[in-house]
């Protein structure tokens, strides 16, 4: 599913919120911008991935790497491994600009090589990180509606 850096999110309307912008939201038929990552940032989208919300029952798999590909994608870094492709992450900027990206983006930037926009590589690398009190208080706004499906389909 692509989604071009930037636009407002949409892709599944229950998880929208008011300024919650796309990025990583890739597919095998639109370029996009190649930078080799930071280490720092590297370090920090791993972090943020470890705190996916937005499940979902089915998944995605890189269109780059085999567009007929029906498997999840491994990611594996300091030796601990992560599946990608069925969940979103969200990262903040200091001033709470928040980013919307699918897991995959973490894939994209160390396989591929893609540049998220820096205002996106800042938030992970400077906004508020997982762990912390302020961005569980900006992930509780934007993780209200996982909440709502989990009690729908909990024990």
């Keep these: 599913m692509y989604y071009a850096d930037l636009t407002e999110y ?3 309307p229950s998880y929208a919120r008011p300024g919650l912008l796309n990025v990583g ?3 095998g038929a639109h370029e996009y911008p ?3 990552p930071s280490g720092e940032f590297v370090e920090a989208l791993w972090r943020i991935c470890h705190h996916g919300l937005a ?3 089915g998944f995605h798999a890189c269109e780059s790497c085999d567009p007929q590909a029906d498997e999840l994608t491994v990611a594996t870094l300091h030796g601990v491994s992560l599946y990608l ?3 979103e992450i969200r990262a903040f900027s200091g001033t709470g600009q928040a980013f919307a990206a699918p897991s995959l983006v973490f894939h994209y ?3 591929h090589h893609y540049a998220p926009p820096a205002k996106f590589v800042d938030a992970v690398v400077n906004g508020p990180q997982p762990g912390t009190s302020e961005y569980a208080r900006l992930l ?3 993780s209200e509606a996982e909440d709502l499906f989990r009690k729908k389909l909990g024990p």
């Design 34 to 36: 190649v930078k080799i």
């Design 140 to 142: 509780e706004h934007h």
């Design 109 to 111: 930037v160390v396989a």
């Design 55 to 57: 499940v979902m029952r």
């Design 25 to 27: 939201w890739l597919d």
């Design 10 to 12: 949409s892709y599944v």
């Design 85 to 87: 492709g069925f969940f």
